[in-house]
């Protein structure tokens, strides 16, 4: 069992961070449509575990390995559950954040625990599932990081049809019909690969992006240097990178802001002011405004409607998250 508790002492909300976003539930991921658990596979001593975690219905959460997949060894073991809290980002201190919500009549029902975005193990992972978002309807998405993690991933021993998503290795060692024929991924496939070779080669670090040390500023530029990422792309890296000012901005966050603000006429700029008293949590604050609903629980509670339909170059929308 994990305690579900973040850095500062304050409570996770187990649910709410598993229906963070919508890239949250790409394979090798499997959410539970109300939040209580998490299927996954992951990659521990160069072995690839299926892993779930559910929630115990109040403050913890339980990492198993289902008893097919045999049973890992304790160092193993202590890796997964790693991963796991690395995943949920318990070593995330949003306290302060609450605090300010607090105040705030329209998000002062996050202090139960909401906020986490869910991310992957590795930045890698993170960043080419965001490319495999921009410019597409979500079913292509899911058609391009389905084919990714299925075609290339690590198997589960004795599970081939279950894999862990694939190493830079592994993607750069796909050539580029695999990119054009099975993952169809257009333009994207020389983005996915270069990014992968260069990586895997040494050229370019991108886990070093998670080191708090780094400027805001700085990382953004290291991501815009990234072929195939943009300003929607560098926002939405940014939020799982744990640096929130900036607002995600697209295509469905802005008519649902309009919704649910009823400014049917607002700009970006007048967006960003109504969330500026925020600060470093400015982004995650519009986007927990935008999001309330997602949880069954909060549906009642929430004034304006989801946006429907399958929206392009969404990362996070309900159409996405529940796809």
Not at 148 to 173: H, I, K, M, W, Y
Request: charged share 25%; net charge negative; hydrophobic share 45%.
């Amino acid at each position: 069992m994990i305690e579900l508790t973040g850095a500062g002492g304050e409570p996770v909300d187990f649910a709410r961070t598993l229906l963070s976003h919508g890239v949250a539930d790409l394979p090798p991921n499997v959410i539970a449509a109300d939040g209580s658990s998490l299927d996954t596979v992951l990659v521990a001593d160069g072995r690839a575990w299926p892993v779930r975690v559910t929630s115990d219905g109040g403050a913890k959460a339980r990492v198993a390995v289902p008893p097919g997949a045999g049973a890992p060894p304790s160092e193993t073991r202590a890796q997964l559950i790693s991963l796991v809290r690395h995943m949920l980002r318990l070593d995330e201190d949003l306290s302060g954040f609450y605090a300010t919500a607090a105040a705030d009549p329209v998000l002062a029902w996050i202090e139960s625990g909401a906020g986490r975005m869910l991310r992957s193990p590795t930045v890698f992972e993170d960043i080419i599932k965001t490319i495999c978002t921009t410019n597409c309807a979500w079913s292509a998405t899911q058609r391009m990081v389905g084919a990714l993690v299925g075609e290339l991933g690590t198997s589960v021993a004795d599970t081939p049809d279950l894999r862990a998503f694939p190493s830079a290795e592994q993607l750069a060692a796909a050539d580029e019909s695999f990119y054009r024929e099975v993952a169809r991924a257009g333009y994207r496939g020389a983005y996915l690969r270069t990014l992968a070779t260069d990586v895997a080669e040494g050229r370019v670090d991108v886990e070093a992006f998670d080191d708090p040390e780094l400027p805001d500023d700085e990382v953004a530029e290291r991501l815009l240097a990234i072929a195939g990422v943009g300003p929607y792309a560098v926002a939405h890296m940014m939020m799982l990178l744990g640096r929130y000012r900036r607002l995600i901005l697209d295509s469905w966050t802005r008519p649902k802001y309009r919704s649910v603000s009823g400014r049917s006429r607002i700009t970006d700029k007048g967006i960003e002011r109504a969330f500026r008293r925020y600060r470093e949590f400015a982004g995650l604050a519009f986007w927990l405004t935008l999001t309330e609903d997602w949880l069954p629980s909060r549906v009642e509670a929430v004034a304006g409607a989801s946006a429907t339909g399958e929206p392009e170059g969404s990362a996070g929308s309900p159409a996405a998250r529940q796809a």
